[in-house]
């Protein structure tokens, strides 16, 4: 039996840091490891780098196997530095499920089963931690309601204050189960960029850490973890494509960041990287706008609408390195309507049995174009990310009731 506490011991015995330094993601100037950083003097991403070359000569991957599921396995990969600052509340490894319906091949990755129903728990569990080890007590985010959630949940099990700020019109149960596990939490009118604008105003005021999005440089270590899981589970071969619900792209950055650190450790069965895919919804698609018009940086989305709330937004600080993972991987970005997004959710819950999120359905309905329009193939193996649980979002009504004491006529219950 594995019991989770707080100070694990569970993954002592195999810590190892390889962190060297941290790197801006525009520049390439560095900066110290161990240290607590916000963005880049330029205003850009921090990087973590690793000594790749002796955590190949310390490790071998199969080294791996006798560890416990999750994210934790790749600890030498990672950049807390001791085992005693991991927070944990089971970070499971994710399964693969097969859409059996469908003609073509396609595996979700099904990251709602992770705590707090979302894969937003990789990427708080590793900033939480981190921010644990390097002595903050107070930590602040915008959250368009499952990063808000994670933080809350992470941060109140390391004894760390948190301040949380989401667009008033988040889904109702984001904010109160932010509120339930003891944040406090904002609701603000005006959308998740404005919410950002905020933390950043309260800095001062409040001495709190902004964990915004990619303005810190440990969340997208996290969900880096989501690439490494995804190579080992399909034996170190990458799939052909992976459709990736594109908000600020973290989990796209991290995945295509994880991909180069297994090539450059020699890991990966082969050379081949997989096309990665931005898909974004027509209400809010800033990304798929600069990939057309063939631009490095996206430009502010106005009137941000859809129904996939964790992807709506407008401005991503990391949106030059979406475009550019999307570029180099041979990917592409792509919009679907909201009413394809409903349209998919449904199809994939009744023919599968798998009841995805709008940011997920959304990339079954990314997919379904994609074969369509002829970017994909029906043989190519697709990988789709159903990124957080569906049932924090308002359902379609199901409101059909039967009269115990009137006459039922069962053979019309099908109908
Ligand atoms: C946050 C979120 C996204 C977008 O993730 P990014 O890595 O920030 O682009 C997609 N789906 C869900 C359910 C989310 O909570």
């Given at each position: ?159 760390i204050e948190t301040f949380v700020f989401c667009p ?31 933390v950043g105003e309260g800095k001062t005021a409040m ?209």
């Amino acid at each position: 039996m594995t019991v989770l506490s707080n100070a694990d011991q569970t993954f002592t015995s195999q810590w190892q840091n390889f962190v060297t330094h941290l790197e801006c993601s525009q520049t390439g100037e560095t900066y110290p490891a161990h240290e607590l950083h916000g963005l880049s003097k330029t205003g850009k991403p921090l990087l973590v780098r690793y000594d790749l070359a002796a955590l190949g000569a310390a490790m071998a991957r199969e080294d791996l196997t006798t560890r416990p599921g999750g994210m934790w396995r790749y600890s030498e990969l990672l950049p807390l530095r001791s085992a005693e600052n991991l927070i944990s509340l089971g970070e499971i490894e994710t399964p693969l499920i097969e859409l059996g319906s469908n003609d073509g091949t396609v595996l979700v990755k099904d990251e709602s089963r992770l705590p707090t129903g979302s894969f937003k728990a990789r990427g708080l569990a590793m900033a939480v931690s981190m921010a644990k080890e390097l002595g903050v007590t107070r930590m602040a985010m915008p959250t368009n309601g499952n990063a808000g959630a994670a933080l809350a949940a992470y941060g109140q099990r390391a004894g760390i204050e948190t301040f949380v700020f989401c667009p008033d019109d988040t889904p109702e149960i984001n904010v109160r189960e932010i509120a339930l596990q003891g944040a406090q939490v904002w609701r603000v009118n005006g959308l998740i960029h404005h919410c950002g604008r905020l933390v950043g105003e309260g800095k001062t005021a409040m001495n709190w850490f902004d964990t915004s999005t990619l303005k810190e440089p440990y969340r997208i270590e996290g969900k880096k973890t989501m690439g490494l899981e995804l190579a080992e589970q399909l034996g170190w071969q990458l799939p052909d494509v992976i459709f990736y619900p594109t908000g600020g792209g973290t989990g796209l950055i991290g995945m295509w960041k994880a991909f180069a650190e297994l090539a450059e450790l020699g890991w990966l069965e082969n050379d081949k990287m997989p096309r990665m895919v931005a898909v974004q919804a027509t209400g809010c698609a800033p990304i798929v706008k600069a990939f057309d018009d063939g631009a490095t940086h996206a430009e502010e989305w106005l009137d941000a609408h859809t129904v996939a709330a964790g992807i709506r937004v407008p401005v991503a600080i990391g949106d030059f390195l979406i475009l550019a993972a999307l570029r180099e991987s041979g990917g592409f970005a792509i919009a679907v309507e909201d009413s394809d997004i409903q349209a998919a959710q449904r199809d994939v819950a009744h023919s599968d049995g798998l009841l995805m999120g709008p940011e997920g359905a959304a990339t079954y309905a990314a997919y379904v174009q994609a074969l369509d329009r002829g970017l994909v193939n029906r043989d190519d193996r697709a990988v789709l990310f159903n990124c957080g649980t569906a049932l924090k979002y308002p359902m379609p009504a199901a409101d059909r009731s039967l009269d115990r004491h009137g006459n039922i006529d069962f053979t019309k219950l099908g109908n």
